[in-house]
């Protein structure tokens, strides 16, 4: 190796090739017929205007892969032109020139030709009039302006133009792949929905199912064994009712409509006493307890109908759901693994900033929920139905998704289960 740099020059483009040739073609064509720009300039012979002419036809052949080199060369030959007879060709050659300069040169070259060509034309104006003191001197600063102003500005104006529709070209690809990544979180986001709604819905009654059919297997007794087929085959008719609910709900998506109402916390008292009869065989005993302040004017009214529990201020869908789902897993778990006992479900509700304690007409009316769940832990006798943890995930799941706080574990002499659901301010049910 020598050391030596070679200089890669690209092919020229077609189209620059066959405008080199036009414009030699035309140029000739002039100068044969005796046309010429300056004809009364004799410093120098006829055919000297064919220098800047070739030369200018050969930098079209360059004029997109080195703009700032053929724009050098096409000015210094456009001046040499001015000495000789002239050829119209050659200026033409040389607007073109400047033109591509400003489209195809760096953004820096493009920004400062229009500027730079403007000041000149100014200049030439500004010094032909004070030199030839006539108005005709004006011609030469408008031919200035329309051989190098002209050109600069017209690039100028085509480059912001193709630059702006680059630009949106690349927002419109930006937002395609956004809404796509937002597509594919939704997709991951519902699968994990279902995922949970599925696995609350139905692990309440499989786990009764398996309880019961193994005290069944465990105790050679005909009452507790027909004592547990009941109990099989109601949870079995529930547990696929409720499936039947989760693939109606997934046909019917989009349609626009709900085939069935949400679960929610008015559901509750159903819920425990589905409990109690499963537990019953485990030694265990559900109670809730529901601290929830009512309106004042729900309570009232649920007074004078004679009815055993005032009206409850209604929550957000959301939240109900949550709370639902919560104390139903909570209570499956506490049929797996509680010993006998009580398990105590608590309801209670923050009263809204300002001392509104009722809700505003149904509405939310902020604060948050509180979900306290506590089992008997310790040694239970008797069969035990097998968990895979799916029911804690589910539920921190649930409260995180509400912008909620989740803890599950040993406090004291029981297990508990805490949620703090946030009731947005104004949010009505569904």
Known sequence: MDGSVTLQIPPPHRDDVLLAVVSVAAGLLL????????????????????????????????????????????????????????????VLIFTDLMYAAVVYGKPAMARRLPVTTGLITVAVTIASVAWLRTPQALLIGVVTGIVSFGPALTGATLRNHREAAVAARLRAEQTALLAEMDRAQAVVAERARMARELHDMVANHLSAIAIHSTAALSIDSPAT????????????????????????????????????????????????????????????????????????????????????????????????????????????????????????????????????????????GGGALHVV????????????????????????????????????GRADAVWRVRATLPVEEGAVRA
């Open 225 to 364: 064994s027909r004592e547990a087929l009941g109990v099989i085959r109601e949870n079995s008719v529930q547990g696929l009712a409720e499936m039947r609910r989760l693939i109606g709900l997934l046909r019917d998506a989009g349609a626009g409509e709900e085939a069935v109402a949400t679960p929610s916390l008015d559901g509750l008292d159903a819920l425990l006493d589905q409990a109690r009869t499963n537990g019953a065989a485990s030694g265990l005993d559900f109670v809730l307890l529901d601290d929830r302040p009512g309106s004042p004017a729900e309570a009232g009214a649920a007074g004078a109908a004679g009815s055993a529990r005032p009206a409850r201020a209604p929550l957000p869908a959301p939240v109900e759901l949550a709370a639902y789902r919560i104390v139903q897993e909570s209570l499956t778990n506490a049929l797996k693994h509680a010993a006998p006992g009580t398990v105590t479900v608590r309801l209670a509700r923050d009263r809204p900033a300002g001392g509104g304690g009722g809700g505003g007409g149904g509405r939310g």
């Open 31 to 90: 100068w044969s017929l005796g046309v010429h720009s300056s004809p009364t300039r004799d410093l120098l012979p006829a055919w000297a205007a064919l220098v800047p002419l070739v030369t200018l036809a050969a930098m079209e052949l360059l004029r997109r892969s080195m703009p700032r080199v053929t724009l050098a060369v096409g000015t210094a030959g456009l001046i040499a032109d001015q000495f000789t007879v002239g050829n119209l060709a050659t």
């Open 373 to 408: 769940v506590d089992s008997p832990y310790g040694e239970r006798p008797g069969p035990r139905a097998p968990g895979s943890g799916a029911g804690l995930i589910g539920m921190r799941e649930r409260t995180e998704l509400l912008g909620g706080a989740f803890e599950a």
